[in-house]
């Protein structure tokens, strides 16, 4: 069973950046397509971006250009570069793997 670990939540002013982690062990990380998925209060869950085993990228509309997911396999980590970060992007923000395990989840609040 992978297990999944995101890191790098904080609470942040509006217009500000955060970068956030997900540490994956336990399997063959440069095998899964990843995905970054976000759940605001109130809200049902909602997918941000992914990124495939080859590196090709897609993401949502309403980060698109704000936001950059990479990965490096070396370190079997995925990260999400977010930039420009608006209160409406308050969530809990979830890693997972295409079809198999989510992290716990890592809290952004952005202020106004």
């Known amino acids: 069973q992978v297990q999944l670990v995101e890191s790098g939540g904080a609470l942040v002013q509006a217009g500000g950046s955060l970068r956030l982690s997900c540490a994956a062990s336990g399997g063959t990380f440069s095998t899964y397509d990843m995905r970054w998925y976000r759940q605001a209060p109130g809200k049902e869950r909602e997918f941000v971006a992914r990124v495939s085993r080859s590196g090709s990228t897609f993401y949502a509309n309403s980060v698109k250009g704000r936001f950059t997911i990479s990965r490096d396999n070396a370190k079997n980590t995925m990260y999400l570069q977010m930039n420009s970060l608006k209160p409406e992007d308050t969530a809990i923000y979830y890693c997972?793997?295409?079809?198999?395990?989510w992290g716990q989840g890592t809290q952004v609040t952005v202020s106004s």
């Open positions: 997972n793997i295409l079809g198999g395990s």
